[in-house]
């Protein structure tokens, strides 16, 4: 089992700044993808950055050049730098890690933390 613990979540105003952490422990895979989903209200779970162990990344189209994804691999951890925040970047943030390989659906969630902009 793998598990994952974020952080760094809150309220903000429009066109500030968060970071989020993700922490992985337990049986990690060494090839996987590591990254950040957000749901609003009523919406469906979306992609908002992800990261693989060779620094390959996948933004949304809605935060690229506004969000940083990064991860450092000798401590399992993914990090979501957000900058230039807007209100419809509010949401849960879920942290997800998925092995390289595995069958499709295949993946572990973390709790999610919460992310208010506020206009």
């Known amino acids: 089992q793998v598990q994952l613990v974020e952080s760094g979540g809150g309220l903000v105003q429009a066109g500030g700044s968060l970071r989020l952490s993700c922490a992985a422990s337990?049986?990690?895979?060494?090839?996987?993808?590591m990254g950040w989903y957000r749901q609003a209200p009523g919406k469906q779970r979306e992609l908002v950055a992800v990261?693989?162990?060779?620094?390959?990344?996948n933004y949304a189209d809605s935060v690229k050049d506004r969000f940083t994804i990064s991860r450092d691999n000798a401590k399992n951890t993914v990090y979501l730098q957000m900058n230039s925040l807007k209100p419809e970047d509010t949401g849960v943030y879920y942290c997800?890690?998925?092995?390289?390989?595995?069958?499709?659906?295949?993946?572990?969630w973390g709790q999610g933390t919460q992310v208010t902009v506020s206009s």
């Open positions: 990261m693989d162990n060779f620094g390959n990344t």
């Open positions: 337990g049986s990690i895979f060494s090839r996987n993808v």
């Open positions: 997800n890690l998925r092995p390289i390989g595995a069958v499709a659906g295949f993946s572990f």
